[in-house]
């Protein structure tokens, strides 16, 4: 079977709008509602309408049925256990996540606490779907038990969609050499991640969680990006999309669609769209200096406003700026900027605001060189072990161009920052950087990768591939990381009584906490002008 990319990215984007449509639709007033989803229908029309496998650069896959059938399996296996369904041991976010979900199955739309003066205000969208089913259940059978179950068998599914889009696109992007090795791609893109066992062996810090090791804090600065089975397992709500879209903004070769892709990821999540935007610019920017060099700008701009991209910019920007400025947090961080004159010094609350990381501002403010020479050397180590050894065998082999530089410059760049009282900035940011060096990184492996036979031996092969054999050493290693997340929650599942890993599904409080809700939102310009109004 030939499974072509034109297909796979119609599929991406209804994946990603569809949920938005019911967001849209549950959340907002009626005029909003039909205007904003009248415009998400007419980008996704204009979208399929234009789409064609010429926009990308590898342009299908061709599988035999039982391969196709096999990376489903890959992604039901992976993504079940990961937790998806919450039918084996989840990692500690689920707690929230759960909530959530429960509250959105269980609740009028749009959801409300603490007697309709608290929103539910969070990146919802991953959700959207798989709590129809779940609403349909509990009208038939008026069981919020029965619902729940329902509800997260369709939550399981849906991940598994997401998961083999993703799988076949990597696939299909990486195969770069002269044999299609697509169990070898997929398994390197589950098992990517720093090399973070060889910063607990530097630092001796280990972060435990239920008696298991968790690797990725190895750092003495408060740094981490994730492995992409990390990702999974602990914020699956806003990786899936992410990766489809970076997958498909890797694989496009013209503008035209670059915009409604990257904004299609914003109702999920909203860090990681702000990685898929760099890539975008990056991608932008080398078309304009082609454009500039053929002397045709007009092609560049009639491609880069394409209708698909203007209305698929309008149909989601307005409506997400509005509603996650009013989640508490945001608001609390713009309240206490204005109290204090607009500065930095707010109070608690504007620390919770985007700026300069906490620990290197208050060493530069302070002149503190000896802090600052420590800084700068755990920085050093967490860049070359988190992404430099993969970048320097990715630049052996790929010569440098804007998005690949511009890529691995944000790399550098990402972790100076933070949102928040944690490193999510750092954490979730970088992902759409990460899986496009994770990208880079198989697609140098798979086209260095001989035929087997072609020097007589698999020993022979690797001395005649230095490159390949430390790209290898370098991987293994790094793959620590995901084969200690896959550990935790294997066991985790084997000595939990299963009737404990079942209580979740059982009635929950509301999750009101600040983070993922919007109090005394009725100020908010999201309930004045788009809100559904209930009593």
Do not use: C, R
């Given at each position: 079977m030939k499974i072509g990319y034109k297909n796979l990215k119609i599929m991406a984007v209804l994946y990603a709008f569809v949920p938005i449509i019911i967001f849209y639709a549950g959340w907002l007033n009626i005029i909003?509602?039909?205007?904003?989803?009248?415009?998400?229908?007419?980008?996704?029309?204009?979208?399929?309408?234009?789409?064609?496998?010429k926009d990308g650069k590898f342009k299908s896959l061709t599988l035999s049925k039982k391969k196709a059938l096999l990376i489903a399996a890959i992604a039901f296996v992976w993504c079940f256990m990961a937790g998806q369904g919450g039918f084996v041991h989840q990692s500690a976010d689920h707690v929230a996540r759960n909530a959530l979900f429960k509250n959105i199955i269980s609740?009028?739309?749009?959801?409300?606490?603490d007697g309709g003066n608290t929103l539910m205000c969070y990146y919802i969208a991953h959700w959207m779907v798989p709590a129809v089913f779940g609403k349909l259940v509990l009208f038939i059978s008026g069981s919020t038990r029965a619902a729940y179950i329902v509800g997260n068998i369709a939550l399981l599914l849906w991940s598994v969609f997401g998961c083999c889009i993703a799988l076949f696109l990597v696939a299909m992007i990486t195969n770069t050499g002269k044999k299609p090795m697509v169990f070898i791609a997929i398994f390197m893109f589950i098992f990517f991640s720093g090399l973070d066992i060889v910063g607990i062996l530097l630092t001796k810090k280990v972060n435990m969680i239920n008696g298991n090791m968790h690797l990725e804090w190895w750092n003495k600065i408060w740094m981490q990006y994730s492995s992409v089975t990390t990702c999974l397992y602990w914020v699956y709500n806003q990786s899936i999309v992410s990766w489809i879209i970076t997958l498909c903004i890797i694989n496009e070769t013209k503008l035209k669609n670059l915009a409604l892709l990257a904004v299609s990821t914003l109702l999920y999540a909203p860090l990681p769209f702000l990685g898929i935007v760099i890539i975008c610019v990056l991608k932008a920017v080398s078309a304009l200096c082609k454009a500039i060099k053929a002397k045709n700008l007009g092609a560049f701009f009639k491609d880069a406003?394409?209708?698909?991209?203007?209305?698929?910019?309008?149909?989601v920007a307005p409506v997400c700026a509005l509603?996650?400025?009013?989640?508490?947090?945001?608001?609390?961080s713009e309240a206490a900027a204005q109290a204090s004159g607009g500065g930095g010094g707010g109070g608690a609350a504007a620390k919770t605001g985007f700026r300069v990381f906490d620990?290197?501002?208050k060493a530069f403010k302070n002149k503190d060189v000896g802090a600052l020479k420590n800084y700068a050397k755990w920085y050093a180590a967490f860049m070359i072990l988190e992404a430099g050894l993969y970048a320097g065998i990715v630049l052996r082999r790929v010569k440098p161009n804007i998005v690949l530089i511009g890529t691995l410059v944000s790399l550098l760049i990402i972790p100076i920052f933070q949102l928040g009282l944690s490193a999510d900035f750092c954490m979730r940011v970088s992902i759409p950087g990460l899986v496009y060096l994770a990208v880079a990184f198989i697609q140098v492996v798979m086209?260095?990768?001989?035929?087997w036979g072609e020097y007589g031996s698999f020993n022979n092969c690797m001395r005649h591939k230095k490159l390949l054999a430390a790209a290898f050493v370098i991987f293994i290693i790094g793959a620590v990381t995901p084969a200690t997340e896959i550990k935790r929650e294997f066991l985790?599942?084997?000595?939990?009584?299963?009737s404990d890993i079942m209580?979740?599904?059982?009635?929950?409080?509301?999750?009101?906490?600040d983070n993922f809700a919007a109090k005394n939102y009725k100020n908010s310009y999201f309930y004045k002008y788009l809100c559904k109004k209930s009593d």
């Open positions: 909003s509602a039909f205007l904003f989803i009248a415009l998400s229908a007419a980008a996704v029309f204009f979208f399929i309408k234009n789409a064609s496998h609740q009028d739309w749009p959801v409300t606490y406003f394409s209708p698909q991209n203007v209305l698929g910019f309008l149909s509603y996650y400025t009013a989640n508490s947090i945001i608001a609390g620990d290197f501002d086209a260095e990768m001989p035929e985790g599942t084997v000595t939990t009584p299963y209580k979740h599904f059982d009635e929950s409080g509301p999750m009101n906490a």
